[in-house]
């Protein structure tokens, strides 16, 4: 069933159906207990199906299998693709948008099915969908002037990614910016320090330039 919801219309035929319930199974084999499990599917789904009559979700058409939803279902993953049209935006509409797409991204995609290979692929493009709403919404904090929310998406940012070097210049300037330059020097030290155990990468000229211009002096 989640395959089918998040592939609606989609046509399947039975190897590829197998493959996903049966990884590296013979799809030939396993025919038999497809056709079991979409009956029982069937029945989950219309517990009044009459025997040799149609179901209104499952399909058959040439021998492959399609799931139409009908107007029927609803998914977080259907409202996360539309809240990303107003998403895109950027303007003040696009702020309430990402903070609702962010509440998703944040519950992670089919924790259940965390090694499951069928999902991978849509696991990989839910988290390049967080990094690209958070990383977002930082740059609509930051141009408005909203130091508080750019402090805490960015550190959001870093719990993602600590080594984002524009996320870093972001935080520490958003401190600057409210006075705080002992917080700057802190979060500035403290991202150069993993970088270079983590990484064993020297500062770039980039961040050189800050820490001097924050310190007065050279980066250590």
């Given at each position: 069933m989640?395959?089918l ?7 399947f ?53 399609w ?21 895109r935006a950027?303007?003040?509409?696009a ?24 999902f ?23 141009d ?32 600057l ?22 990484l064993?990468?020297?500062?770039s ?12 002096g050279?980066?250590?």
């Amino acid at each position: 069933m989640k395959w089918l919801l998040l592939n609606p219309e989609k046509l399947f035929g039975p190897a590829e159906l197998c493959e996903v319930l049966w990884p590296g199974s013979n799809a030939a084999k396993r025919v038999n207990d497809l056709h079991v499990t979409l009956h029982y599917l069937r029945r989950v789904l219309e517990p009044d199906l009459s025997s040799r009559c149609p179901s209104r979700f499952i399909h058959t058409d040439a021998g492959r299998y399609w799931f139409d939803p009908q107007d029927s279902w609803w998914t977080d993953v259907d409202e996360m693709r539309q809240l990303w049209t107003p998403a895109r935006a950027a303007d003040d509409a696009a702020i309430p948008a990402l903070n609702r797409l962010l509440d998703y991204y944040r519950q992670g995609f089919l924790p259940e099915e965390l090694y499951a290979d069928a999902f991978a692929g849509f696991r990989d493009a839910h988290s390049r969908g967080h990094d690209e709403a958070l990383h977002t919404l930082l740059g609509l904090y930051r141009d408005r002037g909203r130091r508080y929310e750019t402090l805490t998406c960015a550190q959001q940012i870093l719990d993602r990614d600590p080594y984002s070097e524009p996320t870093v210049t972001v935080l520490v300037e958003a401190h600057l910016e409210q006075g705080n330059r002992r917080a700057a020097i802190a979060e500035l030290d403290r991202f150069l320090r993993v970088q270079g155990e983590d990484l064993g990468v020297k500062p770039s000229r980039h961040l050189l330039a800050l820490r001097q211009r924050v310190t007065g002096g050279p980066a250590r």
